[in-house]
């Protein structure tokens, strides 16, 4: 299914990130100077790598709450898939909270109004429970996505070759971040689109440990990747993502809705 051309906007509550350069060179926006990389190939400045970091932050939230329509696909539509991602985990308050939806919008994206899209497949975070560390929530989602798309008894039966393709026509939910392991897997796989909730750097400011390379840093670095670029639309509805990331490591936060504290200082769903 063919895809409309994807091209980077800067609205007044939204920039879009479209990164298209090769390995080792500067992130280029278009309200800013670029600066070059440093002689010899590779290394930046400190103050460049400082300026890339402050404005990261100020695309963060200028993206933050956005009613701006992407796309043809709307806010509305976006928080909806946002809320299906939180509603991915087991329950309102595992440890590590972290859920993904994988969403199919280009059926839709010729008809008036737009519609949700098809929800192909879901994830959360199972490493505890499953023993895999790198089974994180997207991970999951794309190992499930791959299993129903190509299933000889489900919706879609296609081949291993077709189903690496369709890829390309879906758009990946997920309530945080992605970690650079997660992000460099949604650009190996072609997705159209990549929408996150929660940043890294607000993981990492609640107690979080991560890994602190941003998901427009994997971008930026992916230039040489064959396909179409993912395009990045971040901070999505924060207002109901990060609450699932709160309470974990500060013992006065509140509970998600649904869940209570235990004595133990964790939070449990409520009986």
């Known amino acids: 299914m063919m895809l409309r051309k994807i091209l980077p906007m800067i609205t007044l509550n939204l920039i879009r990130v479209l990164l298209l350069l090769p390995p080792f060179t500067s992130a280029c926006f278009a309200t800013t100077h670029c600066n070059n990389p ?26 933050a709450n956005t009613q701006t329509a992407i796309n043809g696909i709307p806010f509305s539509t976006r928080a909806y898939w946002m809320r299906q991602a939180n509603l ?3 329950h309102p308050c595992p440890f590590a909270a972290f859920g993904t939806v994988i969403v ?9 109004g737009g519609g949700l899209g098809e929800l192909v497949c879901t994830g959360r975070n199972v490493g505890r429970a499953s023993g895999n560390p790198v089974m994180h929530g997207e991970i999951a989602a794309i190992t499930n996505c791959s299993h129903i798309l190509t299933s000889p008894s ?10 690496i393709a369709a890829f390309a026509d ?34 990492v400011e609640k107690g979080w440990r991560q890994i602190s ?11 040489d990747l064959p396909g179409k670029p993912t395009e990045m639309i971040g901070e999505a509805l924060t207002n ?4 699932f990331f709160e309470w974990q490591f500060d013992d006065e936060a509140e509970c998600p809705r649904g869940c209570q504290r235990e004595e133990n200082g964790g939070c449990k769903p409520e009986v």
């Not at 971040?177 to 993981?203: H, K, N």
């Not at 390379?213 to 230039?223: D, K, N, Q, Y």
Request: aromatic residues 8%.
């Open 38 to 63: 440093a002689p010899g190939g590779g290394t930046f400045s400190s103050s460049a790598k400082q300026h890339q970091h402050q404005l990261e932050q100020k695309q963060r939230r200028l993206l």
């Open 88 to 90: 991915a985990l087991d």
């Open 104 to 112: 199919n919008h280009t059926r839709q994206m010729g008809e008036e």
């Open 154 to 163: 489900g919706p879609y039966r296609l081949s291993p070759s077709q189903a």
């Open 170 to 203: 879906l758009t990946l939910y997920t309530n945080a971040e992605s970690c650079p392991m997660c992000a460099s897997a949604i650009r190996w796989a072609g997705f159209r689109e990549y929408v996150y909730g929660t940043s890294i750097d607000d993981l």
């Open 213 to 223: 390379i941003s998901s427009a840093e994997v971008f930026e670095r992916s230039g």
């Open 240 to 243: 109901e993502t990060s609450g």
